[in-house]
């Protein structure tokens, strides 16, 4: 049975509204089809391998079935969601063993387009990608999401905030450090 044309109109947290109220197994597929590309390039980044990357995606869903009532509206269904894959992510990989967190490794095409014009990008610009790459792999997970947000997902720190649930200035503070960190990284350990 296909979604009706005016399921297929609702925006995600109409959507999110209905499947709560209803536990309506053809409006979540209506909700993984719409997301499930963009949850799978996410743990791809964290995982590199595309099984391991579906299981994660599936792991992502499932969890997200059960809590979907959590959110809450506060910022945009698929900011949420961009947190709730991170964190998901961020905790796999917290979970596993140092062999396997060193394989873990994220597609950084856009980082290489950084724009030089922003004070707090311009450290970046002169970073070459490959060892960036392998400097984010040295961070903490956490250092990493909150740096993967702001630079690759193009978040604003009014959106990380919400995504985080912290405040304005944690969120500056915590992509300082961890920017500082990275820059510290890069520095001493792959120059």
């Not at 109109?9 to 409006?27: F, G, P």
Request: aromatic share 10%; charged share 30%.
């Amino acid at each position: 049975m296909q979604p009706s044309s005016d399921i297929m109109k609702l925006s995600d947290e109409d959507l999110v509204s209905a499947i709560v109220k209803t536990n309506d197994t053809l409006l979540f597929e209506v909700l993984y089809d719409r997301f499930a590309m963009m949850v799978y390039n996410k743990c791809y980044g964290f995982a590199k391998d595309e099984d391991e990357a579906k299981d994660l995606t599936q792991d992502v869903f499932l969890k997200l079935f059960v809590k979907l009532a959590s959110f809450k509206g506060k910022s945009k269904f698929s900011t949420w969601l961009y947190a709730f894959t991170y964190n998901h992510c961020v905790n796999y990989v917290t979970r596993n063993t140092a062999k396997k967190f060193e394989k873990q490794s994220v597609d950084y095409t856009d980082i290489q387009n950084l724009p030089e014009d922003h004070d707090d990008e311009s450290d970046f610009s002169d970073m070459r990608v490959d060892k960036l790459k392998q400097a984010l792999e040295l961070v903490s997970p956490d250092e990493k999401m909150i740096l993967l947000l702001k630079y690759q997902d193009n978040l604003s720190i009014k959106e990380i905030v919400t995504v985080l649930g912290i405040g304005e200035s944690a969120v500056k503070m915590r992509i300082k450090r961890a920017k500082d960190k990275l820059l510290t990284v890069y520095a001493n350990h792959l120059k």
